[in-house]
């Protein structure tokens, strides 16, 4: 592909777990991908397994839930790679506890990156896609959106992210630009090693248990996400809008 035709695409969080696979994912479907995470130096990593794939990828690191850095970081991928029409709103911290003992500290540092950020990210985007007359804005909720214990702020954060896209699939619709969210379940990453940990439980013990507990009898993987991503963004999803995909091996969980 030229690079006067290749569709350029932004992954927040894109360093590791789903945000780095889907990053991979959309290069060797032909895009160029900015790789947008707070290690410029690990984004880095991620850009050179897809150069060595044959892929165009960039290294920009950036905190989403800072206005001035999400705009820096916008306006380099234009300089660098072009005009981004693809974005994926994926970066995403956890700070579990329940909610007697949830500080307005860990409110407010979840409700920033998941909602803040995919809302910064996703205005500072949605121009380049207007004026293009085609866009794609994939966000990750969670099926956590739905209630659980111990993650008041991430289900609130997740569910919140679900009418986000809603309303941007109606003010964007018109304009070729889709919105849609995807809510894995459990998926094998960092973030679920995290959880673990805070459970003094082993990964293993966590994975196997929440494997007994979904219909296709497993966990789910960064490519499993990835490839939901990956249909979302493909040129023919454009009559998918403003719905919520939920990934995770059954109807819920
Ligand atoms: P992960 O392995 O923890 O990766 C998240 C990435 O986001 C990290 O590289 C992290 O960087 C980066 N990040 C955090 N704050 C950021 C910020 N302010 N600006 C830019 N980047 C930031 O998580 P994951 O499991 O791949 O999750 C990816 C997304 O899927 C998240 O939105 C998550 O909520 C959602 N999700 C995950 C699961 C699951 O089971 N894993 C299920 C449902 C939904 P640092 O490491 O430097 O903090």
């Not at 290749?6 to 780095?20: C, D, L, M, Y």
């Not at 839930?65 to 306006?75: K, L, N, Y």
């Not at 329940?98 to 949605?126: I, N, S």
């Not at 995290?194 to 490519?223: C, H, N, W, Y």
Request: proline share 2%.
């Amino acid at each position: 592909m030229s690079e006067q035709t290749q569709r350029i695409a932004i992954v927040t969080g894109a360093a590791r777990g789903i945000g780095a696979a889907t990053a991979r994912r959309l290069a060797a479907d032909g895009m160029a991908v900015a790789v947008v995470d707070l290690d410029e130096a690990a984004c880095k990593r991620v850009c050179e397994e897809i150069e060595a794939a044959g892929g165009r990828g960039l290294a920009v690191g950036a905190d989403v839930s800072d206005e001035s850095a999400v705009t820096a970081a916008v306006e380099r991928v234009v300089a660098e790679l072009g005009a981004p029409t693809v974005l994926v709103n994926n970066a995403g911290i956890i700070r579990d506890n329940l909610l007697f003992k949830m500080t307005v500290e860990d409110w407010d540092a979840v409700l920033g990156v998941h909602l803040r950020g995919a809302f910064l990210c996703t205005r500072a985007v949605q121009g380049h896609m207007v004026s293009q007359g085609w866009g794609r804005i994939v966000s990750l909720s969670s099926t956590s959106a739905l209630g659980n214990k111990g993650q008041a702020n991430y289900a609130a954060a997740k569910a919140g992210i679900q009418g986000f896209t809603k309303t941007l699939a109606l003010e964007l619709g018109r304009f070729g630009v889709t919105a849609n969210a995807v809510a894995p379940g459990f998926v094998e990453t960092e973030m679920t090693r995290a959880t673990a940990e805070r459970m003094g439980a082993s990964f293993e013990e966590l994975r196997k248990a929440a494997a007994e507990q979904i219909p296709v009898g497993r966990t789910g993987t960064p490519d499993d996400i990835a490839h939901t991503v990956s249909f979302l963004v493909s040129e023919g999803a454009g009559f998918v809008s403003g719905q919520v995909m939920y990934v995770a091996g059954g109807p819920r969980n």
